[in-house]
């Protein structure tokens, strides 16, 4: 291997190579299927769907070199942090995290950051200048080469970076180990090519690339055999899937496809308005394993800022969008990303944020305050606006969504559900726990076993759950 390899945003900008698709043999010599013997491995992951499902890859690999998976964190040999980058809270906590496991370290321990922080500049920078405890750091694009750098630095004992700034390759068939035994993540793009100018996310991921159709239908049946219920197809914008290939089989294609598999539900995440198909609106209709659950990002209710934000989406279009969803599929839940305190954002631009969400009444959103990202447009705009300010509209805003959270499940009230059982109640195990079509905590009693679909009767609701009983 080459010796260390640092991230370069200006090289992690690029679009213009071709990216390769690489099935991957993952076999390793007997060496490195030894390196874990007698040791336990802790990941820890932070993040995005994305990063669950690139978790559960890199403890297959760990398991394959011989590591088991330790129940807590303090009785690891290997620790590896799968880190998010797309606010700046959320790389507060990994740094904290880092110092408070210093303290922590046994002899021979092994300490890895990978993940989205790893594609960032200053964040390796920092690492290299004041954090030499770190055995090794591991970018989004070779994760493939974990075992390799594990062993790389158990050989030399010396910091490992080795961090890709490039388009992107997809690499298939490497081990996992999923966190489910009955839903599962399934990827089928890698990376963006919007650019919205507040988002790391084109830069730590790369570019667009989707799977190839036959290896994401593959893997769904190899996940029928093994008993799964459901899959959530993943993607930075699943819309944008089948976008590089030119080839005319598009999203809608595929997701028909996925349907025919036969696998009991399918779900979608997370779907761009400004190019979402409404004809996927009359799969519903013909496919009863297609959960109905739209997760729709518009990040303000401001055109303005909306264009500052390079989402060129007009609000009367995204509006007719979801008027076309709920006519069409009428039992459905929608929620939604938003982000306050933009740049400049007005008082009077924020107010149109909020009469949006009065418009749509959305079961559910994910709010934040702008986080200013390294390396994005967004980061060189003047901000005249206060923190406090920010945190005030944020809290007005959240008002809402625990107004219309409660208000969206009053419907279901009486109604019964279809749950899929996921177990028993983590503060009460008298009470099993699962999830309706709609993407709603169902807490029900009743006799069931995991991995079942059953009818409950819901008998009260609160703002993020319903309660009920089998019937």
Not at 321 to 333: E, G, Q, S, T
Not at 435 to 464: A, D, H, L, M
């Amino acid at each position: 291997m080459e010796n260390n390899i640092l991230p370069n945003i200006k090289k992690a900008r690029s679009r213009v190579g071709a990216s390769k698709l690489i099935h991957h043999i993952f076999k390793l010599n007997n060496e490195l299927k030894t390196i874990g013997k007698n040791k336990l491995f802790f990941v820890r992951t932070y993040g995005c769907q994305s990063n669950l499902r690139d978790s559960e890859i890199i403890k297959g690999m760990l398991l394959e070199m011989g590591y088991k998976e330790a129940k807590e964190i303090g009785d690891a040999h290997l620790i590896i942090l799968n880190t998010c980058a797309i606010r700046e809270n959320a790389e507060k906590k990994v740094f904290g995290e880092m110092g408070f496991l210093k303290s922590k370290f046994k002899k021979d321990f092994i300490f890895g950051i990978c993940g989205c922080m790893a594609q960032e500049e200053s964040v390796v920078k920092k690492i290299i200048e004041k954090m030499q405890y770190v055995s090794f750091v591991l970018g989004t694009h070779n994760l493939f080469e974990l075992p390799y750098i594990i062993e790389e630095f158990v050989k030399t004992k010396k910091q490992v970076i080795k961090v890709y700034s490039k388009e992107g390759d997809i690499v298939e068939d490497l081990p996992s180990i999923r966190d489910s035994k009955i839903k599962a993540w399934v990827n089928i793009t890698y990376g963006c090519d919007k650019f919205c100018s507040y988002c790391i996310v084109p830069y730590t991921r790369g570019k667009l690339r989707s799977r190839d159709k036959q290896d994401i239908l593959n893997e769904i049946n190899w996940l029928i055999k093994d008993g799964y219920k459901e899959v959530t197809l993943l993607g930075q914008n699943v819309n944008s899937y089948g976008l590089d290939k030119n080839d005319g089989y598009k999203f809608i294609n595929l997701l028909e496809d996925v349907c025919e598999t036969g696998i009991k539900r399918v779900r979608f995440a997370t779907s761009n308005p400004w190019n979402f198909d409404k004809n996927i609106a009359l799969l519903f209709n013909k496919y009863e394993n297609l959960m109905p659950y739209f997760h729709l990002p518009i990040q303000s209710g401001s055109e303005n800022i909306l264009k500052k934000m390079n989402r060129n989406m007009k609000i009367k279009d995204y509006l007719a969008l979801i008027d076309f969803l709920r006519k069409h599929v009428p039992n459905c839940a929608i929620s939604t990303d938003i982000i306050v305190g933009f740049p400049n954002e007005t008082s009077a631009e924020f107010k149109q944020t909020l009469s949006l969400y009065n418009k749509v009444k959305y079961d559910n959103a994910y709010t934040f305050i702008y986080s200013k990202r390294e390396g994005t447009p967004a980061a060189m705009m003047d901000d005249k606006i206060s923190f406090s300010n920010k945190e005030k509209r944020l809290s007005e805003l959240n008002d809402l969504v625990r107004k219309y959270s409660k208000f969206n499940n009053e419907k279901f009230l009486n109604q019964t559900l279809d749950v899929l059982v996921e177990g028993k109640s983590k503060t009460d195990k008298s009470v099993w726990t699962g999830y309706c079509p709609q993407w709603k905590v169902v807490n029900f009693t009743g006799k069931c076993k995991v991995g079942e679909i059953v009818k409950v009767k819901i008998t009260s609701i609160s703002r993020f759950s319903l309660t009920g009983k089998t019937i």
